[in-house]
């Protein structure tokens, strides 16, 4: 299956959004945590800055920078 970004506009949340969004504590947030079609939300970098174990999955990340910005 070929995926194409044909049509699509990428968007992301911020650290603040998931924490408000799934209401998660700091408790939550000391677990390891798997971010799935986060596509380019800047949750991970804000938490991996934090010290937080985040890793992220989505069919995106075979794209370039300029791919996706085109």
């Given at each position: 299956m070929v995926m194409r970004l044909e049509k699509v506009v990428p968007f992301g949340r911020s650290l603040n959004?998931?924490?408000q969004m799934f209401n998660l504590t700091e408790q939550?947030?000391?677990k390891s945590i798997l971010g799935?079609?986060?596509g380019p939300a800047s949750f991970n970098a804000e938490?991996?800055?934090l010290g937080y174990r985040i890793k992220s999955i989505d069919p995106l990340y075979q794209f370039t920078t300029h791919q996706i910005r085109e």
């Open positions: 959004e998931y924490v939550d947030l000391q799935v079609a986060d938490g991996t800055r």
